[in-house]
T-cell receptor
Framework: NAGVTQTPKFRVLKTGQSMTLLCAQD?????MYWYRQDPGMGLRLIHY???????AKGEVPDGYNVSRLKKQNFLLGLESAAPSQTSVYFC??????????????????FGAGSRLTVL | DAKTTQPNSMESNEEEPVHLPCNHS???????IHWYRQLPSQGPEYVIH???SNVNNRMASLAIAEDRKSSTLILHRATLRDAAVYYC????????????FGTGTRLKVLA
């Protein structure tokens, strides 16, 4: 059981290049999230998805696009990378949020992170 | 979205109890209180969560104020491996699916 897997773990881009970060979970979770974490800062929510085919904006969505074509995958795209997007990106997933009396039903499971540097 | 407020940093001596506070004065009746921690160079990991009653698990205890406007994460015997950033967040069961993290409390454990 791999949990949440992020690829790639490291990437260096030049300004203006595009790339996609992949998040894959094997826990049949409904909800998936992308966060960014800048040095010495907390996590900020970029986009999230409440199910296959759905996406929604978080706190800092500008400059990013996402897709959830398959339930197990959540992709984060940068169409034209900027130095301000240099950060560590974390993906997370959770089973569901309704009926949270079921222990652990809405607990977040995080990936190990993807470190992106934009020169 | 309901927000939480935590001290930026705290220190504790090894093998002593640690009480990490969190204020959430705008909490609603459907919000759960979650705690996560982030060890250096790792992704955050779940610690504990609760709604109204105090909760215990193998990692920690969660004490929730009667009016639910604050809570405290209790590590009963801090170890060097507990040095991390601890995040207190609110999660709603009423249709708002965002998990908003603040800056957390950086816990330093002294040997």
């Amino acid at each position: 059981n791999a949990g949440v897997t992020q690829t790639p773990k490291f990437r260096v881009l030049k300004t203006g290049q595009s790339m996609t970060l992949l998040c894959a979970q094997d826990m049949n979770h409904e909800y998936m999230y992308w966060y960014r974490q800048d040095p010495g800062m907390g996590l900020r929510l970029i986009h999230y998805s409440v199910g296959e085919g759905t996406t929604a904006k978080g706190e800092v969505p500008d400059g990013y696009n996402v897709s959830r074509l398959k339930k197990q995958n959540f992709l984060l795209g940068l169409e034209s990378a900027a130095p301000s997007q240099t950060s560590v990106y974390f993906c997370a997933s959770s089973l569901w949020q309704g009926l949270a009396e079921i222990s652990g039903a809405n607990v977040l499971t995080f990936g190990a992170g993807s470190r992106l540097t934009v020169l | 979205d309901a927000k939480t407020t935590q001290p930026n940093s705290m220190e504790s001596n090894e093998e002593e109890p640690v009480h990490l506070p969190c204020n959430h004065s705008t909490i609603s009746g459907t919000d759960y209180i979650h705690w996560y921690r982030q060890l250096p160079s790792q992704g955050p990991e779940y610690v504990i969560h609760g709604l109204t009653s105090n909760v215990n698990n193998r990692m920690a205890s969660l004490a929730i104020a009667e009016d639910r406007k604050s809570s405290t994460l209790i590590l009963h015997r801090a170890t060097l491996r507990d040095a991390a950033v601890y995040y207190c967040i609110l999660t709603s069961t009423s249709g708002t699916y965002k998990y908003i993290f603040g800056t957390g409390t950086r816990l330093k454990v002294l040997a």
